[in-house]
Each structure stands twice: as structure tokens, then as C-alpha cells.
């Protein structure tokens, strides 16, 4: 059913937690299923040097939220705005229709973060 990078994401998240005074935070929850994602991001210099992740939800969201901090982490703020959900979707292996909301969900908080700077 799903995916073997979202299988390992999932069992073995990068960049979970949380960071102490981020430049960013941002907690963003689907109310029709009741995933939370929470993002904390520093900024230096323009450049997202760490960001991380912390997830309440079915495997894809843990998974597209683990996924989504290695695909951001190093690019500029421009960059990481230029992200877009297919990409994520596309590295993650793909997902079933009916969990295409976990990669909704972490698109929303990535937005939502980058508004913050």
C-alpha cells in the first residue's frame, strides 16, 4: 500500500523535534482527519541551515513531514518556496488518493512557515 521511501521515512524520521528559538514556527492540523504538522525552521543568511518536524498522524504525514525538512534543508527561502506538492509526492514514491492529504498538510506548513520570514 505504501511506498517504500514512505515506509522509511516513516520508520526512521530525519529531523524530528523541535528547535529552540527558531526564525520560524508554525503548526498547521487537517481538521478532516485530525494530522497535526508542527515546523520549526533558523535561517542564516537567507538559507534554511536547519529545520524540523514534529507530527501527530497516519504514517504519510509522519512520513511527507521526515521528507519535507531533507528536501528544504540548505536551499534558500526562495528555493524552498518553489517546492511544489508533486515534487514531494513524486520523492516520496507516490501515495495512495486517500492519503494525498498528508502531502497537502506538509506543503500548507511549509507555506505557513516561509510567511513568517
Not at 521515512?9 to 508542527?38: M, T, W, Y
Not at 542564516?44 to 514534529?54: M, V
Not at 534543508?73 to 518553489?82: D, H, I, L, Y
Amino acid at each position: 500500500m505504501y511506498s517504500p521511501q514512505v515506509l522509511d521515512h516513516f520508520e526512521h524520521p530525519r529531523n524530528a523535534g523541535e528547535i529552540d528559538n527558531p526564525d520560524a514556527s508554525v503548526q498547521v492540523e487537517n481538521p478532516a482527519c485530525g494530522d497535526i504538522l508542527k515546523l520549526t525552521l533558523r535561517i542564516e543568511a537567507g538559507r534554511i541551515t536547519e529545520i524540523r518536524f514534529r507530527a501527530k498522524g497516519c504514517v504519510p504525514a509522519m512520513a511527507c513531514g521526515s521528507l519535507l525538512t531533507e528536501l528544504v534543508q540548505g536551499k534558500t527561502v526562495p528555493e524552498a518556496r518553489r517546492l511544489r506538492r508533486e515534487e514531494l509526492v513524486q520523492a516520496i514514491g507516490g501515495m495512495p488518493e486517500a492519503s494525498t492529504h498528508a502531502s497537502h498538510l506538509a506543503m500548507d506548513a511549509l507555506a505557513a512557515a516561509l510567511k513568517q520570514l
